[in-house]
């Protein structure tokens, strides 16, 4: 990918329990009637090497009565004339300055949960304790990447104070040899402002890090300078299996979270295949792509996720409306409140499909982090080695080891928010110790829960999960459902779907990349897709310029015929948008 897109994931799901959404508040300012305070008036003084899982336990425990309250004070603070439109608009155009549509996506899912739970629940101590766990489950996420930056701040700093000393010595010296000689020459006096220009992007840099502790701080309730921090273990950790997929961490949400529960209790009981394939009916476009071999750092499939993810929200907070619209004694109240738990059981899978995808995002920043730190290290070793290096060899030298240092944050920073989406992952499959009991104990025992259940019982929850659920009876083809026949031109032009594509988008410029190849679509018959070239080359004639290749692929057990092409990266995108235009997809790879 060629943007960055780890922006403090972690700190953004904390500022949606504390501070975001610029809702409304005329509504009644309701409060927590809770039975005691979880805080503690006197923090625990952390005392030994403090671990990422001690920054979750002392962030959660210190701080889940603020949040929990504010929380509450952000769902029934609502104006129940605002439209739920509004509301998610309110999210989405929030002040943070965050680039990826998935971290958006996953807020507005978030609050659309959270406040359809709070509705759908008629006890006001089960949406007690529901708030305090979410908020206890955000604050440890911020947590991690809290813990991350100030980890990387106290083993980063001294190497960048040792730099600018050994810089400043050769500032000062040029700033003496023109007191002494009332001048320097045009070189000289170029070098140094140049070097001094340089010691100000370090003491910026220096100044992030010094910045990071406080936060750390204030988040944990700890003096990070007097605090011995350690995290490699936990940051470095590949517990990922690769063949755990989405829908075992989909399975897992429908049997282990309350709301479901809270569900059950009210309408019926639902079953994850139920669940999914509601979802895959109503929909289908992001499970298409993945047919199709997209992967989420794809610019459209990214969008498309956004896009149903917010679907989901409005639809099912429009849903919620009409059923809080409707009279108590009306026939009509059971219906409409089936119709908001089905919309429910939509989002929550799809918040456990982001968190998996913001996994992979992770993965793949790290690799182009990796390879620019790995040119960089060549660039560093030609520079050092260069017998004579003139002023201008000293000055990229000294720049590229600035750079490296900012390279190196960077891939922790990533490494965090991968630790991050996992644990966002676990969580939204309801795999969470976190409870309002759990944040009375001491630190030492909530710390030692929380890494239990990272380290065992994830492992052996899901592992037992993907025994029992048996994914290839939850085919993405049930009931052909995702017929390969165009089926990306189905897509756009199906009635089916509200709004399958907005009218600009095909007319959009697609992002400059050094493409290679153009796929035109998937089809399950290889007659279909010999048969929609002949089209599509009769009625876009610069096509007839490549050689179309039908290629064979196996997606969950069936074979797959996709239609594609070869060619120049600028005619490519060119005839790309020239199909789009003409009410036809593609995409480029």
């Avoid at 927590?32 to 425990?61: C, H, W």
């Avoid at 996506?105 to 978030?110: H, I």
């Avoid at 700033?175 to 070097?195: C, F, M, S, V």
Wanted: proline share 2%.
């Amino acid at each position: 990918m060629s943007k960055a897109r780890i922006l403090h994931f972690s700190m953004i799901s904390a500022l949606l329990l504390l501070a975001s959404c610029s809702f409304n508040n005329s509504g009644t300012d309701a409060k927590i009637e809770a039975e005691e305070l979880v805080f503690a008036t006197n923090p625990e003084p952390a005392k030994g090497k403090q671990d990422v899982y001690a920054s979750m336990a002392r962030a959660a425990k210190y701080n889940v009565d603020v949040a929990s309250h504010n929380l509450n004070k952000k769902i029934y603070g609502i104006n129940p004339n605002l439209k739920s439109q509004e509301i998610i608009d309110g999210i989405i155009n929030a002040n943070i300055n965050d680039e990826n549509l998935l971290y958006r996506a996953s807020r507005v899912l978030e609050f659309a949960v959270i406040y359809a739970t709070a509705n759908l629940s008629d006890s006001r101590a089960y949406v007690d304790n529901y708030f305090y766990e979410s908020s206890a489950k955000h604050l440890a996420l911020a947590a991690i990447r809290s813990h991350q930056d100030a980890w990387f701040a106290t083993r980063k700093s001294r190497e960048l104070d040792r730099l600018a000393r050994q810089e400043n010595k050769i500032v000062e010296n040029l700033k003496n040899k023109e007191k002494r000689n009332g001048n320097l020459t045009n070189a000289e006096y170029d070098y140094r402002k140049n070097q001094e220009v340089l010691l100000l992007k370090m003491a910026e840099l220096r100044k992030n890090m010094s910045f990071t502790l406080v936060e750390y701080g204030e988040l944990t309730k700890n003096e990070p300078q007097k605090a011995e921090l350690e995290g490699r273990s936990f940051y470095e950790l590949e517990d990922f299996d690769k063949d755990y997929t989405i829908e075992i961490f989909q399975e897992a949400a429908v049997r282990n979270r309350k709301e479901f529960a809270l569900a059950k209790e009210k309408v019926k009981s639902y079953g994850f295949s139920e669940v999914r394939h509601d979802i895959l009916e109503k929909y289908p476009l992001v499970s298409r792509l993945d047919i199709n071999g997209l992967k989420v750092e794809n610019q459209v499939y990214e969008q498309e996720l956004y896009n149903k993810a917010i679907k989901i929200a409005n639809n099912l907070l429009s849903t919620l409306a009409e059923y809080k619209a409707v009279s108590a004694n009306s026939s009509q109240k059971a219906s409409w409140q089936q119709k908001a738990f089905d919309e429910f059981g939509a989002a929550v899978l799809t918040q456990v499909e982001i968190s998996y995808q913001l996994v992979q995002l992770a993965n793949a920043d790290y690799e182009v982090a990796e390879r620019t730190q790995n040119d960089l290290k060549k660039e560093i070793k030609r520079l050092q080695k260069i017998h004579r290096p003139t002023n201008d060899d000293k000055l990229a030298l000294l720049n590229a080891k600035i750079t490296m240092l900012e390279l190196e944050q960077k891939k922790a920073q990533i490494k965090a928010e991968r630790a991050v989406a996992l644990r966002g992952l676990y969580f939204n499959a309801g795999l969470s110790p976190l409870s309002k009991n759990l944040l009375k104990a001491p630190i030492k025992d909530i710390s030692q829960s929380l890494k239990q259940a990272f380290n065992q019982d994830l492992v052996e929850m899901l592992s037992a999960t993907k025994a029992q659920m048996k994914i290839s009876s939850v085919s993405i083809n049930e009931k052909g459902w995702a017929q390969g026949e165009n089926w990306l031109e189905e897509v756009v032009n199906s009635p089916a779907n509200a709004k399958p594509r907005r009218a600009k988008k095909s007319s959009e410029p697609i992002k400059p990349g050094n493409y290679q190849t153009m796929q035109l679509g998937a089809y399950e018959d290889k007659a279909n897709a010999r048969a929609d070239w002949q089209e599509l080359s009769a009625k876009f004639p610069e096509l007839k310029a490549y050689k179309p290749d039908i290629v064979l692929a196996e997606v969950d057990g069936r074979q797959w015929f996709r239609l594609i092409v070869n060619g120049n990266s600028e005619k490519l995108m060119r005839d790309c948008l020239s199909l789009r235009a003409g009410g036809y997809e593609c995409l480029l790879r």
